[in-house]
């Protein structure tokens, strides 16, 4: 931690922070500059709250010098997290795309949208049973029926599956059909849920919270890790701005500025951040041109009758051009689909 | 719902968008201006996705005409909503304050804290037993032991209690000891939890989420007024913005925006939404002064002690001068502390 | 516009609202749903205050059904605005690069980075001559001497030239140089200085502001546009938001927004957005992915010593591998570079 | 300015680094931790693109100990700035009321209203006479003619008046007319214009720009200050979020966060903040509370016929109890108006 002091701080205010920083029990290290002078606080607190030292008379400013989180750092570990599922390997040059409806509405419906997207190349096929909705008074998902479904269609077509747990109370259950479990992202920040799917041993997609920082993200990201779970990938969904033209804005500076500070695997999610289904397409390239390990994209055989999020949804054959085009992409910049 | 369509939209397209519409049930009634038609989409379904015709051909906008939202308006109750707790009653005239630390750390804490908010004329006592932490690796709270404190200190000093809740398994412990369900910010939008706080028989408060709409919180409302419980309020406690000189920018105007569209109390935390103890003081007193129908704020007797929050917390001398200001522009405005 | 009425409005309320109406000279169409009446009000007045209707008694929500830029729309002009600058023409299937440094510095680096962008493809060269600083204690450029060198750099390696003006008392002195006006961010609302641009016959350039939202952006270039200049491109730059790893949060979904809505050409500026020379190239190749008119890049032959700008500056090298992998995503989506 | 390097940094990078930093004209301190060196850069360079360390190879984070302004700042100047218009004092314990319409529409309109404000106890009177309007087919304000209704109604009534200058050739104009400059919200970094302000006598009350943050606003502020005009006064008139119930969301934890960063006034404007009439009552209110040195507020007296923003503006009778209830909470902070 390092302590900018006030121009002109007395010397006994400068004392005084000193003290403080010793009992909280930091070795302190001075350096006077023309103006200023300014303390080195020494000693590994990963969580001491800054602002204690913050609001102390002649304290101008505080900076943190240790990232709060660590597992989850380049710094921990300098190589890319791989994660295996099946033959597939999530962070390796490979980009996987995950496909499929927003919700599991029916037997039908799931297996002919796993059909389609295997078809177009996807290798995972996604689709919620349990909808975390805003209304009370809409479609809350087909529950455990909804989870056989996915699974049986994965199992038909050769795909692995994912789809959101939202309670911990869920997680047994989900555990069951599922080869990934997806955090939403309103709970991104659920921490009894987040600890409790660090105890389990399948790979968690941690989606990015509405208005959550990079950093915070991947401090959702260490519970997990610092609970025991090793694998761990994160969904970039759009973040809430201002802007209303798009349902969310969707921040693809954030796969680059992570593959920097973390070696954890980032999916991009254009569905969600854009909100409308011809938006989808063009953001899904730009996501593989700025280096997602993965593409999370909804499509519907009928989005006009869809139960959640149609409009969002893109229609088969819209799924298979982009796919032709992503492949296209990916080449460009030393990867594969 | 109302749609307008594209200038010189051709009658093919009209057609289209109407038969589409009367598909999903509605009744159309067609208005035709001096540049562009206007259909009325008559029906209610209060959850209907309206991208579902946003996207089609030939529309330019399309609007809800009913807010999502029911029980919570004010079109629904007239009146204020008033929580009865005990003696106190919770959106009539009188200003209550709720204060205490942050967690509870120990049992001669939050009985030391109690007796001083007391004193000063609070009227009911917070402290978290369960604590949402970012990281990790801080300490997360003393638990069912905290909860007995919390509850002794309350009953000790003829002080209601409010504490958290984090995850349905947690109500029934929480029942015991509490006299008001807290929802965390990074809650708000958790759904199993807000559905089984709505078949509790006791007051919800729900804090509002760091980038909530208030529609969207009012939404949250909604969830557990829907399931049953009618006593819900809720607590402004600052939104994410660019601006980081405070912790959140504390979104004051929300009080009179809330105040109009529903019947339901706001209670304003000026604590969580500045981080910093001494910005507290005067955001309290703008709370009160803009409509708040309670204020809580964190107060310690040993901040720099303090296992989470300390630096936002007031020391005891300043919450009793602070009392004595907020008793004098409860006045001004006709109300009472 | 349309006006959506409170359930249960009185008569007295009713005819106050359609009283009001008239007076301001619309016509009136009253339609009756189930639970609400709804009120169309016909009659063009683009520039009326919607508030005037939603402040009155009765009143629920108030909607405008004509958007209030009309020389920008597509409705206004089907086809792409194509902008013509010697050989060159904006907004068709060309991609056009924007390359040069951020401030002209002397006639040597201007003339050696002109080389450089020339040699891997850019077609137009950009340097500031005026810099627009936050700080008053920094570099402000080097005024008409930079605007000459910029010419003569331009001239020698056959590239058109942009350049920013800061004040309507600039724009004779810019327009003896420049081939287009760059209008900066932090101008973009600058109205005198808008309708004095659009008095010239030069194309303009203009950078959303760091806030502003879709629609006021094109409001500034229906400014230029009803002011007589019909050469007007958007150049997408970032907005600001909580995410601090990155200068701004470059929102690259706006590029197929402002396609749907306008007919008029939009370039992305990387650069400003991420402000971090890193992620320049991974966001300029998710810009061109987007399908972006063009792209603006900063390049410097000795970033270290740039004088401005120089950390968000691509080396000569790297530029050229950018331009390689441009022009190959340019290819996949039936583009050229 | 502090660099923080990475764990584990080489020692060929450690020394790179430091030559980069010798060159820039540093003098280093080296300190080391028990996990990582920290570099303490000596020597004053305010505005040092401190990005150019960022970049380097094993640099994890750069932190600036100066702040960028410095006559702005509390550091310069521990006592308030005071700033004299006739008898009025801006900065002292009066709490100085400046009212008034949107904009000048006659000589009449700006006759009544200036008797009305008189009477309830304004001191200066506003009104717009150039009106910076995002639409190019809104009224522009009546130029000089209102200027000379708004000094006639200044001094019939004995109240200085503010009104609003646009670009540097207005300056001499208004000048003639006006007590106090007006910056508007988007010319906040119009850096030609505050340079050519920072040249007059007169004060000018800088409105913060919509997105700008505290620290940008000050250094607008620092412009003004170096160009050697010490008469400065800042207004907070709410910023750009996510949240549209309001037309932006009035941050009125400024004024104290300004109050300890700077000696500088603080005015509030809860009118453009919040956009709609029945808001500015309680939010002027709670800006008093907060500790704001004056109040901005829009009154006009048929808001129906206003010719812009009407539907924000107060009527009369609402203006007077509003100054009844904000007299009563300045005392309660032992203040006046």
């Known amino acids: 931690m390092i302590i900018v002091l006030e121009k002109r701080i007395s010397d006994d205010k400068l004392e005084e922070v000193i003290k403080r920083l010793e009992d909280y029990g ?22 001491f709250d800054i602002r204690k030292i913050r609001i102390l008379d002649g304290v101008s400013a505080v900076y943190r010098i240790t990232e709060p989180f660590r597992l989850a750092s380049r710094d921990y570990q300098k ?31 799931i297996m002919t949208i796993a059909g389609i997207i295997k078809n177009s190349g ?13 209304s009370p008074y809409s479609f809350q998902g087909l529950g455990e029926e909804g989870l056989k479904y996915l699974r049986q269609a994965g199992d038909e077509f050769g795909l692995a599956v994912i789809t959101e747990v939202m309670e911990p109370a869920q997680i047994d259950l989900v555990a069951k059909y599922t080869d990934i479990f997806q955090l939403g992202a309103r ?26 920082t990079i950093d915070e993200w991947l401090m959702s990201a260490e519970y997990i890790l610092a609970s025991g779970n090793r694998e761990v990938m994160l969904c970039e969904r759009g973040i809430r701005t201002f802007e209303t033209s798009t349902r969310n804005t969707f921040d693809i500076s954030a796969i680059p500025v992570i593959h920097k500070q973390s070696h954890l695997p980032v999916i991009a999610d ?7 289904r011809d938006k989808v397409i063009p953001m899904a390239r730009a996501a593989v041109a ?48």
């Open 122 to 134: 996807a290798k995972i096929l996604r689709g919620c049973a349990f909808k975390p909705r805003t």
């Open 187 to 212: 709970n991104m920040q659920n921490f009894p849920l987040l600890r409790e799917l660090g105890k389990t041993s399948k790979p968690v997609m941690i989606k990015r919270g509405m208005s959550a």
């Open 26 to 47: 930091f070795t302190i290290h001075r350096s006077t500059g023309e103006e200023r002078i300014v303390l080195g606080a020494i000693g590994i607190q990963p969580n």
């Open 270 to 276: 254009p569905s969600h951040a854009t909100g409308i």
């Open 79 to 109: 190589e890319n997290s791989l994660i295996k599922i099946g033959d597939l390997s999530l962070g390796s040059d490979e980009i996987i795309i995950i496909a499929g409806p927003c919700a599991v509405e029916s037997e039908e419906q």
């Open 290 to 337: 700025a280096g997602a390990d993965g593409l999370m994209i909804e499509v519907h055989n009928d989005p006009a009758k869809a139960l959640s999020d149609g409009p969002q949804a893109l229609l088969p054959v819209q799924f298979s051009e982009l796919m032709d085009q992503v492949k296209k992409i990916a080449e460009v910049i030393g990867r594969r689909v």
